[in-house]
């Protein structure tokens, strides 16, 4: 670097500052166009100073791969049946085993075919024969176990923040923890329970016919029927605001799912006001609704979400277009959640909360109260040090400084990072890491005037020497605080995102920005002595 190119510098200096400034604005004042407003943002406070909500959820991958494996089962049903296999009972048992009794010896080798060619996620564990008959054991192979649970957690975290995006959270946090458990930061939660019912609502949405054929009273009593179900749904008393419990008798088999459900929104009632939720099927759930409207007329159609019968219209014709309705006593808020949850998809696995904390905005407040006092205090001795052992060079040095933390600051707001209380520490650090380039600098110019050499060639020396010391040092700790980044979770990424930003901000500042002081000085001016 010479005198020559100080111009060009400081156009390269001036166009980085006012980029900080335009991200830093929205968080300095609201009172900015519209224009500006909708191409920036804030910088958004972390958990830990904005208060809000932290969970731990446990997705249990194994009922997924119990699901997965009774669909596997009533396939591998309807493919025996296909292929004249004579077996007298097919059920699963034990959660992920499914037992098959043959009638006789010979459909073995036919049942291998069937598991070979149609069902090879399938295996043989164990089998028994007994009086001429064979029972079989079969089980999932475990790589197909482990792609299910692989694949329940994926979709769980995918569903899980499809749902948080809607509710209107800033900056979530939700990752995978382990194999089969996620992290869920949400800060500025004003209301932690409904967010837990939300997020944790499974939202298996199902279309059951009820089972008018047999008595309620009687499989109430216990005399349930085959291939029918007891399921419960409410009914609220407007006046009272009491809540009834109201048994149904439902056919277990499911005629349509919430797979097929492309829409959901919230609806008022014409007649009585209330909130009800429209739901609307893709292309392929319109026909098969169609089609159970036009195969059941007069007959009752449970709509059941998560479990919980939320109605039984009766179906008084065919019905096109993929339109249903899930009505029951909603407040608009109930309403509002559950069209969130429909419309982000079913859980493929019931999740349970393993741990929660709920951090206050007065904890959140105090935080940030003493990290700005930390940095305004770390600031001030930094900066009365510098000045009284390096005298005017020292006050180039806490300007570049001052200026260091701004673009700090717009970098946050730039990249639309989270500030968290580890954060401010990194901030912290960054202030006095930032000087350490220019006491080396300062240290090897003074070198340079012991041997009686003129400023211009002090400067020049000095900040070729210290050149490659500064950028090994700065290096390393960029690259550590990467690897943090990349594997930390949660407040250690908070650390090394500001730490990340800072060391690259104090390069630039101490490097490139104090140089154009000093060039401008020793080039410019042609001062004499170095105040240093």
């Not at 009922?63 to 049903?77: G, H, P, Q």
């Not at 164990?126 to 999932?140: A, F, P």
């Not at 449970?302 to 009766?314: E, K, R």
């Not at 277009?321 to 608009?332: D, H, R, V």
Request: glycine content about 8%; hydrophobic content about 45%; charged content about 25%.
């Amino acid at each position: 670097m010479s005198g020559k190119n100080i111009k060009a510098r400081v156009i390269v200096t001036l166009v980085i500052v006012a980029a900080a400034f335009f991200f830093l604005m929205p968080s300095i004042t609201q009172n900015l166009p519209s224009v500006w407003k909708e191409n920036t943002d804030k910088i958004h406070l972390g958990l830990d100073l904005q208060g809000g909500m932290h969970l731990v959820l446990e997705v249990e991958t194994r009922k997924a791969v119990e699901s997965s494996m009774e669909r596997i089962a009533n396939d591998l049903k309807e493919v025996l049946m296909e292929e004249r296999v004579r077996f007298k009972q097919l059920e699963r048992e034990g959660g992920i085993f499914t037992t098959l009794e043959l009638s006789d010896r010979e459909q073995r080798a036919v049942l291998e075919k069937v598991l070979k060619n149609t069902f090879p996620n399938l295996a043989i564990k164990s089998s028994e024969i007994s009086d001429g008959r064979e029972k079989i054991w079969l089980e999932l192979k475990d790589e197909q176990v482990q792609s299910i649970e692989k694949f329940a957690l994926e979709q769980s975290l995918e569903t899980i923040r499809n749902r948080v995006d809607e509710f209107g959270v800033t900056e979530p946090e939700i990752i995978p923890q382990g194999r089969d458990r996620i992290l869920i930061q949400l800060p500025g939660i004003k209301d932690p329970q409904r967010a837990i019912n939300l997020i944790g609502k499974t939202a298996l949405l199902e279309f059951k016919l009820l089972d008018e054929e047999h008595s309620l009273d009687e499989a109430i009593g216990g005399k349930v029927p085959a291939g029918s179900i007891i399921a419960y749904g409410y009914k609220v008393d407007s006046a009272t605001g009491r809540r009834t419990r109201i048994p149904y008798l439902l056919k277990s088999k499911t005629l349509l799912t919430g797979e097929s459900l492309e829409d959901a929104k919230v609806s008022i009632s014409d007649r009585f006001g209330e909130p009800y939720v429209s739901i609307k099927f893709d292309s392929q759930g319109a026909r098969d609704f169609e089609r159970i409207t036009a195969q059941n007329v007069k007959k009752r159609l449970a709509i059941v979400l998560d479990g919980v019968v939320h109605s039984a219209p009766v179906i008084q014709e065919r019905i096109p277009g993929g339109n249903a309705q899930i009505t029951g006593s909603f407040t608009m808020e109930e309403a509002r959640d559950l069209a969130i949850v429909l419309r982000a998809g079913a859980l493929p696995a019931p999740v349970k909360i393993l741990e929660q904390r709920t951090v206050g905005p007065s904890l959140g407040q105090d935080s940030i109260d003493k990290g700005i006092l930390s940095i305004i205090v770390g600031s001030i001795l930094v900066i009365l040090f510098m000045v009284l052992y390096y005298n005017l060079s020292g006050i180039v040095a806490d300007l570049v400084l001052v200026l260091n933390i701004v673009l700090i600051m717009g970098a946050l707001a730039a990249f639309r990072a989270t500030l968290t209380l580890p954060g401010i520490a990194g901030i912290v650090l960054t202030i006095g890491m930032a000087v350490d380039a220019n006491v080396l600098i300062f240290e090897r110019i003074r070198e340079e005037m012991r041997l009686g050499k003129s400023p211009r060639a002090s400067v020049e020396g000095g900040y070729s020497k210290a050149l490659s010391t500064i950028v090994d040092a700065n290096v390393t700790t960029l690259i550590a605080a990467l690897v943090l980044f990349q594997f930390g979770t949660g407040p250690v990424k908070g650390f090394a995102v500001t730490l990340s930003i800072g060391i690259v901000c104090s390069m630039f500042t101490a490097i490139f920005v104090a140089r154009i002081i000093y060039d401008y000085f020793v080039w410019q001016r042609n001062i004499k002595r170095i105040s240093i």
